[in-house]
């Protein structure tokens, strides 16, 4: 698919991608496989190391203990892969080493290799900003340490770093993986993995792009979300546009080392929306957003529904659900609530948070799509059989043209929508 975008120089940015011809919302551009990818720390243990696929019963290496399989099928796929670093893991098990240090060990094992190149990509590893010289000190002594782990988990074999291409050291890798991987995510936009896609990397970013990356499995799909010109620039977005302009642009200067100049951020579209009620309240709430985040990913859905409830309680008054950190204690509180099978306080919450996610995600964006899904599946369960109905068909006509009309949750949410026109007709 490489014909239907160029490389090119984008004024005031540098290396970009641009459209060799017109697209219409929800065509493929392009897609890809990584140049070398890894599982997410946090999701080894449930997470098919071949096909992505979740699964809590997966098979285990028996060497290395770290990598699962849905079957020995899946097991064969990625053995050629996984026996490069499996004796790498073994030796160091239990412990594992970061997701960026696994990611780089691949890259390493990749440009060690005679036969594997990145030479059909447009935007070779060796092309890649570093940035290295841009980066704070600090910045610098962490990528060290990351080194330092990356030297122990090669061990006494790291001699072979020797023969790897002119500039690519493992510092400097580690400074071109931070700047250019991708996170791969699910059909719901959880991230699983992490992944290098070369040309991928080209891409540049807008606050408000015209395409959208989209995943099945570690597959990488770039899709256009509106009309693109023959020659527009195809453009993606780095960061998530629920921060206030100030806020998106400091996150891109210290990961990607640029001011975001969009017109988004230039104009401070919605950023005046982002932030009403008692500035003390939801800065109080900004504070705590962090802690409770923790308790998710610990799965202390207990403690985390308790602490989210009470601050709902104490600040729903003073502070609209339209703000960005009453709204992500909304979504905090749903997940709770659906851990714990409170299906009706759970859709309280999903339905509070639908009207800011269509007031800051333009339609068509998968972020509102997969909250129209979460809404909509509480809304079946509980035998709201026309709002269910009303969200699948809303979530169905974003996901077209977001993740394609073959994508596995596009399809579930078809099924969905059968299944409550269905029912609705046997009412």
Not at 34 to 40: E, L, R, T, V
Not at 241 to 262: D, G
Not at 343 to 358: C, I, S
Request: charged share 25%; aromatic share 8%.
């Amino acid at each position: 698919m490489a014909v239907n975008m160029q490389r090119f120089v984008s004024e005031g940015k540098g290396n970009g991608l641009r459209a060799l011809r017109e697209f219409k919302a929800g065509e493929v551009i392009h897609s890809s496989d990584p140049y070398a990818f890894c599982i997410a720390k946090d999701f080894l243990k449930t997470t098919c190391q071949q096909c992505l696929k979740r699964g809590e019963s997966l098979l285990r290496c028996s060497q290395c203990k770290t990598a699962r399989y849905c079957n020995v099928q899946c097991q064969k796929q990625a053995w050629p892969e996984h026996k490069k670093e499996c004796k790498y893991l073994k030796r160091l098990q239990p412990r594992i080493p970061t997701d960026s240090v696994r990611l780089v060990a691949r890259i390493i094992f990749k440009l060690l290799s005679q036969s594997e190149s990145d030479k059909d990509e447009m935007y070779s590893i060796s092309e890649h900003q570093s940035h290295l010289a841009d980066m704070s000190e600090e910045k610098k002594e962490a990528l060290g340490h990351l080194c330092s782990t990356l030297q122990v988990y090669l061990g006494e074999e790291n001699c072979d770093l020797s023969l790897l291409p002119p500039g690519l050291d493992p510092i400097n890798l580690l400074a071109r993986v931070t700047c250019n991987c991708f996170s791969i995510s699910d059909g719901e936009l959880q991230n699983v993995g992490v992944g290098l896609y070369p040309s991928m990397s080209l891409l540049n970013h807008d606050c408000q792009p015209n395409c959208v990356m989209m995943f099945e499995g570690k597959k990488l799909t770039l899709r256009a979300v509106r009309f693109i010109r023959t020659c527009e620039e195809l453009t993606i977005s780095y960061t998530d546009v629920l921060a206030p302009s100030k806020m998106r642009q400091a996150q891109l200067q210290e990961q990607y080392h640029f001011l975001c100049q969009c017109e988004h951020c230039t104009s401070k579209d919605k950023d005046s929306d982002m932030l009403p009620g008692e500035k003390t309240a939801w800065t109080s709430l900004r504070d705590t957003i962090p802690h409770l985040e923790h308790l998710q990913s610990e799965q202390n859905w207990e403690e985390l529904l308790q602490e989210s409830q009470v601050l709902l309680d104490k600040y729903g008054d003073v502070v609209p659900d339209r703000n960005i950190y009453l709204l992500k204690l909304l979504d905090l509180a749903m997940d709770a609530c659906i851990s714990l099978d409170d299906y009706v306080k759970a859709l309280e919450y999903g339905n509070r948070a639908l009207e800011p996610y269509k007031f800051y995600y333009r339609d068509p964006h998968p972020s509102r799509a997969v909250e129209l899904l979460r809404v909509g599946k509480l809304q079946h369960y509980l035998g709201r059989l026309e709002e269910a109905q009303g969200s699948f068909t809303q979530a169905y006509d974003i996901m077209k043209v977001t993740h394609g009309t073959e994508h596995a949750l596009t399809n579930e949410v078809r099924r969905k929508l059968a299944e409550c026109q269905s029912e609705l007709g046997r009412v």
